[in-house]
Every structure is written in structure tokens, then in C-alpha cells.
């Protein structure tokens, strides 16, 4: 748990006590129970870094929205409210990904016999049109506002003469 919190402190006092803590706090069967069994699979364990901390931080939310309720009984409608908790229609899509990738996982591991909710619940359409593509003018006044020996300057003409994809930028 985080510093000073009752279960940093339980288990700051079972080290001290040396006294093994149980690997989970969760009940079984339960949301919170199925991303920790998720926590410890091959699978996140052979996922990049970048993965790993991703998934941890989107999984913490859904610990924290519904991680003492059980998966088994979740429903689309469930899936479907998660999903409109989230501030735009990719970070909601991404909820749907993330439980449809748990419930896929309690599946193949874990006997899970029920239906995929997060299957079933519907996609929100994410915009197509692509990014905006700075015209000259725009490019100009970008370059009158950061002068001759910025990063952002150089950066923008690197962009702008070489050719680069972005995430080769």
C-alpha cells in the first residue's frame, strides 16, 4: 500500500515481525483478484517496460473502480458504465481492451466459463480525420515565435526537412 497507509503499515510490522504477508489481499473471484492473477503470468511478465507500467496504472483505476466486485456477474451495461467514467472515447476503448484482455486471460487460465462482457459492449467511435497539418503561415509564425538556437526550432526544422516518421523524431 502507499507510505504510510494501514497496509504499509500491516505489512512494515509483519517484516519486522518477520512474519510472511499473503501474496493477495483480494478476495477470491473478484475483479481486484483477476488482475493480480493477470500481475503474475508469463504473459505481463514478458511485456516491455513501457507495457508494464502502462498496464499498472490502467489497472490500478479499475482496481479502484470496481476491483472488489466480482467478474463473474460483471454485464455489459457494467462494462459499458466503466467505459463512460473515462474523459474521451479512446481512454474508454481502452477500458473495453483492457477487461476483454482479463476476461480472455481468466478464460485460458483460470476455467472461466462465463461470456466476455467487455466483448460485447460497444466501441465509442474515436475521431478519423487524422492530425491537422500546420499549414505555412502556421509553420512561419511557430518559427518567428521560437528564435535561432531553440530545441523547439530545431526540432520543427527536423520535422520539416528530413522527412522523419514522428516517432523517429
Known sequence: GPFGSSDFEAAY???LEQVKVPKTRAKTDTLDWLIEQFLTSVRYKN???IRKETLRYQFDWLREQA???PFARMKVRHVEAL???KSGPAAANTVKKNLSMLYNFAAKKHDYEGA???KLADRLKERNGGY???TEAEVARFLARHGPGTKARLAILIALNTGMARQDL
Do not use: C, I, R, V
Open 47 to 49: 511485456s516491455s517496460p
Open 132 to 134: 491537422h497539418t500546420w
Open 116 to 118: 466476455n462482457p467487455a
Open 83 to 85: 467505459m463512460a467514467k
Open 67 to 69: 476491483g472488489d466486485l
Open 13 to 15: 510490522e509483519a517484516a
